[in-house]
């Protein structure tokens, strides 16, 4: 796509870009935004965009769409990151990776309150309140708010209790108090000193750190029980087993990882990607969230961890110290250190991150598929059609496997999917009639041309749009002039899957593409060439038992069907036959016969 002459105007303000740290924003001729980029050096990284054609269709047409820009200088490229993040956030431009599913996770809020409160929110307020979570699994953060008003009676009441409330006795006992469900706090019955003391255990629960409470616990219990107050003992008791069972539910990683935090990727090659991010704290993962990321111009996975690294510190308001990741993302953040690792606990953690990204892909199409089933297939659909360089959704795909040991009973067999599923309907398999020979290349040109040339004579106007074959690029080749010969090269898109599933070769390209092993287009790849391998070895399998005794018996002279039949059930198979003596043979069908067959069967190997 050749490039495409820009104004005057938008050429002059690219010459005097400033070369700083900032954020550049694309209009179209109508003024609308299309895109936001941020940049370390604002003139090096907008005259990028127009003094090359890109390799990229989206790329390239998103160049050519761009009928005016502006730009805003910031400090540092950090800075730039993140008013980048927010202004895509606001105008959502449509060539911009997009934060899919940008929902509000529940909390657990300590409140900013004389006598705070505990509860679950989803709404973050800058009220000095302290924020917990977000949970991305709403049971979890009940569960854990279960935990805390089973181990300390916490008001839930909306009061604004002050001193000035308490001291004019405007507090009334409710029910909780008499259930012990509450202290008293409305009529100052437990001071304020004892409450936040309780308090403060509450926020180390919920930061993970379980170790301090654990340890204060055990320590009143033990002054409790030397002053024989045994009743108080068993209550702290009861509350240190609450907390320690719930401490070792938590998913523990290494003891020698103290506090780091975690961002893991799963990308099946497509538009969607799944950003996971993890806090562990005293070995323990004590957090986890998964964003998904819509690209929109083949972003990569450093660009998108640093929409992520903004996306996570601003939402849930982390300080970063330590990051674990893939990759180093790619902008420059001077107070956080990046470790990439390759072996040990760190990359054992790694690894959870990235199993859990997947795992969050996994259940987006489990959902899907439950609750619409239809926009699962076009989803899987799309995918191949990317995948594959189609034209249109692959809604109709064949796939053909050649079948033959040592050359007997060549046979190949075609399996249908429709839609994303077999269609065994339409499963057909073909005995080989004009090659000699184990010759698969001669085999995949004869079955196609078979195939297609009587769907061509009966007007079948069911034509697949994607031909997958067994084999590499002679396999292909041979399908190529198949079709070539029946005029359909370029009607009818055909692949070779060579013996590695990841390899798919093209017509006439010699680099093979490797898909995703985590990718719905190769799910479908394995699944056909599954069932093709499969129906052609089970009909191959019945030709052979059945052709058993004429091709091995039946070929020596002097030995008719029921010799034949006589020798099979008695050892059950020719390779037995073979094996056995001639004095075993000739005890069952006599010494003549049996010379026949012992010289036949040496022969025939």
Known sequence: MPKVKKSEELREKIAILPETPGVYTYYDATGKIIYVGKAKNLKRRVSSYFNRTHDVLRTQLLVNAIADMSYIVVPTEEDALNLENSMIKAHQPRYNVLLKDDKSYPWIVVTNEMYPRVFITRQY????????????????AHTVLRLINELYPVRNCKLNITPDYIARGKGRLCLNYHIHRCKGCCTGAISVEDYRRDIEHIKQILRGDTSGVLKYLKGEMQRLAADLRFEEAQELKQQYDLIDNYQSRSVIVSQTINEVDVFGIDDDGGNDVYINYMHTRNGAVVRSLTLRYRRRLDETHQQLLAYALD?????????????????????????ITFTVPKRGDKAKLLDVSHRNAAQARTDDLKHLERHDPDARVEKTLERMKADFRLSELPR??????????QGTNPVASCVVFRNGKPSKKDYRHFKIKTVEGPDDFASMREVLTRRYSRM???AADDLPQLIVVDGGKGQLSAAVEALDELGLRGTIAVVGIAKRLEEIFFPGDSVPLYISKTSESLRIVQHLRDEAHRFGITFHRDLRSKGQISSQLDGIKGIGPATATALLRHFRSVKRIREASLQEITALIGPAKAKLVKAGLENDE
Do not use: W
């Open 456 to 458: 061509l004579s009966e």
């Open 311 to 335: 996306e996570v510190r601003t939402s849930l308001g982390i300080k970063y110290d330590e990051v674990v990741v893939p990759v180093i993302p790619e902008v420059e953040m001077p107070d």
């Open 396 to 405: 109709h795909i064949e796939c053909f496997d050649n079948s033959n040991i």
């Open 125 to 140: 307020l800058k009220d000095g309140s302290k924020y917990y979570g977000p949970y991305a699994n709403t049971q979890v």
